[in-house]
């Protein structure tokens, strides 16, 4: 299957400190994006890397894709208690139809 | 901000029964998207649309499920008949263009008695 799977599963860091998450996928793809979500609530989306792009920065989110390993990273630096949130990484297949698949996600604590 | 909004917040209704879900997308997107969630797993494509037609449908979007975009507005999935395992979180989403950013609506809560 295509999808991106996200580890770890689950993730407790105090205030404060970094947060990085992994995320690995199967098949080529034209771009891998990561999404958060409240509990309960839609997802959010957060950053968008392209295939042919390494790292990319917005705010305290730095995203990097490795295409060879098939593999990506998100980056969430000076965590917040509000940034307590899944995380999901998401995967279009370039297979000309128009399918964002997501993987299980990561549960991401942060402590005040 | 625009946002995909989605009626009802919750549904409950009996085994068997049909059931329609109802959202809004962003008024100039173009591609629209069904998901589902069951609580606590991971969030399941369903069914993409784009141009009046079905552009890419998974397994789980079998011959019970089907969507419509009745007018330029509404986007639904109708459930013909509703099992046990149906009941999850659905959500609608939507995009400008087919492979970037999708904005999703709260969802819809669907419990199948």
């Known amino acids: 299957s295509q999808q991106g799977e996200e580890d770890p599963q689950a993730l407790s860091i105090q205030e404060g400190e970094n947060a990085t998450m992994n995320c690995s996928y199967k098949?080529?793809?034209?771009?891998l994006q990561w999404y958060r979500q409240n509990s309960g609530r839609g997802l959010v989306h957060l950053i968008l890397i392209r295939s042919n792009e390494r790292e990319k920065h917005s705010g305290r989110l730095r995203v990097t894709l490795d295409t060879s390993k098939k593999s990506s990273s998100l980056l969430i630096t000076a965590s917040r208690a509000a940034d307590t949130a899944s995380y999901f990484c998401a995967t279009v297949a370039n297979t000309g139809g128009f399918k964002t698949i997501f993987g299980a996600g990561t549960r991401l604590f942060v402590k005040a | 901000e625009p946002e995909v909004t989605q009626t009802p917040s919750h549904q409950v209704t009996q085994m068997g029964q049909e059931v329609i879900l109802r959202c809004v997308p962003i008024?100039?997107?173009?591609?629209f998207y069904w998901y589902r969630q069951i609580l606590g797993q991971k969030v399941e494509f369903l069914v993409s649309f784009y141009n009046n037609e079905i552009s890419e449908k998974s397994e789980i979007f079998d011959d019970q499920f089907s969507v419509e975009r009745p007018d330029g507005s509404n986007f639904t999935l109708k459930i013909r008949s509703t099992k046990l395992e149906d009941s999850a979180m659905y959500f609608c989403?939507?995009?400008?263009?087919?492979?970037?950013?999708?904005?999703f609506g709260s969802g819809t809560q669907l419990s199948v008695l």
């Open positions: 098949t080529s793809i034209n771009n």
């Open positions: 989403a939507s995009s400008w263009q087919g492979e970037e950013k999708l904005f």
């Open positions: 008024s100039n997107h173009l591609y």
